[in-house]
């Protein structure tokens, strides 16, 4: 005999399936609720620092070369040929020393012809001296001779033996006589280069002589002289080379004193000041010094900035020595700050990882930066005495806020 089952009501089939889908959303709104997990780094691998309060210095840094005070180029006044170079680079030189000899027939027949102009200007100016003083000797005869007539005439005039006429014909005839020897005398002046005057045959002169010493102050230049004690930098020839007037021929430098030629970058060289104290490393040591010369030019995103060098050198400091110089701009007696951390720049926002209170996880916040220095950066916003920040390049994780130390 069969027994007949009853059927399972419905509903409880639903109440399971609603429990169910409920469970499975519980789970998956806490699931969600959970925090991803934190990429983990190395804490000994990270450069660490404290945000601090206290004096602060504000410095730029920069590169270049230790470059001599007091140079001296030699440059080729006329076209020439090298003859012979005596003299090599890192050479001591006196003013008289002979770096190298030159060769320039041209130049040579030049300073021939200008003698030879010099000597007859000379001799026509002499002729016409002569010349000149004979007519004015002429003129002062004549003109006593005048003075005598008109005498005798107003004499004779006197006792009645000369007409009136004849005593006008005398003093007109002394007057133009008196003014002819004047205009002479006014002659010999520009002659004898009088009262600043100067003559066309005292100029033509005047003019051969300066030509004939140019022409042998060139000659003089094909032997190549130092000019200056010192030591001999550069020495740009080869024995038969052709040269043009203004080709370099030596460079002379006395070794001291030194500068430094600095090269800071334009976004950091608009506070700097002539004055401002700067300390140079030659690698060897530092120096002391003073920003001398500012270029107002920017060249390749950088501005050259001249340091003076202070007190005792260190040993091996020569020209041409790479050397790094810190330029000190201000100094603020209290200010918040830290160690600079990478990419950090002046009055910019940065975000940087801030350490836990145990240390064991860092988050990211936003710090608004004041003023930057060398190593250091002026803190204004987003940080607290105390605090701790990664100073060291977090790029790998800029797609988290939070990072776990180990």
Request: hydrophobic content about 45%.
């Amino acid at each position: 005999m069969d027994i007949a089952i009853a059927p399972r009501p419905r509903r409880a089939r639903w109440i399971v399936a609603a429990s169910l889908g409920l469970g499975v959303l519980a789970l998956t709104l806490a699931l969600a609720r959970l925090k991803p997990a934190a990429p983990q780094a190395e804490r000994s691998s990270l450069l660490i620092d404290v945000v601090k309060r206290g004096a602060m210095v504000f410095q730029v840094r920069g590169t270049g070369t230790l470059v001599p005070v007091e140079v001296r180029m030699i440059t080729a006044q006329v076209p020439c040929k090298v003859e012979r170079i005596l003299l090599y680079p890192g050479t001591p030189v006196t003013e008289g020393s002979i770096i190298a000899e030159l060769s320039s027939p041209e130049l040579q027949q030049a300073a021939e012809d200008a003698l030879w102009q010099m000597r007859r200007a000379e001799a026509d100016y002499e002729v016409d001296h002569l010349n000149q003083q004979a007519t004015l000797n002429a003129a002062r005869a004549n003109t006593q001779e005048a003075q005598a007539v008109l005498l005798a005439a107003e004499r004779l005039r006197k006792e009645g033996l000369q007409s009136d006429l004849d005593v006008l014909r005398a003093r007109v005839k002394n007057e133009e006589v008196n003014g002819r020897m004047a205009a002479e005398e006014a002659r010999m002046k520009l002659f004898e280069n009088r009262a600043g005057q100067v003559g066309p045959a005292r100029a033509r002169l005047e003019q051969a002589k300066a030509l004939y010493a140019l022409k042998r102050e060139q000659v003089a230049s094909l032997k190549v002289r130092a000019g200056m004690a010192g030591i001999l930098q550069q020495v740009p020839l080869q024995v038969g080379q052709q040269l043009a007037p203004g080709a370099n021929l030596a460079k002379v430098a006395k070794p001291m004193p030194l500068k430094a030629e600095l090269k800071v970058s334009e976004t950091q060289a608009k506070d700097i000041l002539i004055g401002q104290p700067v300390e140079i490393d030659t690698r060897n040591g530092l120096v002391k010094g003073r920003v001398i010369r500012i270029d107002p030019a920017v060249l390749n995103g950088t501005v050259a900035v001249d340091a003076s060098m202070e007190g005792e050198m260190p040993k091996g400091v020569r020209p041409d020595l790479s050397v790094e110089g810190i330029v000190e701009l201000d100094r603020a007696a209290s200010a918040l700050f830290t160690g600079r951390p990478v990419q950090a720049q002046s009055f910019g926002s940065l975000s940087v990882f801030k350490l836990s209170p145990d240390g064991t996880e860092a988050t990211r916040v936003k710090v608004k930066l004041g003023r930057a220095s060398v190593s250091t950066v002026e803190i204004l916003e987003g940080l607290k005495e105390g605090d701790q920040i990664i100073l060291s390049d977090t790029s790998q994780y800029d797609a988290v806020d939070r990072i776990r130390l180990k």
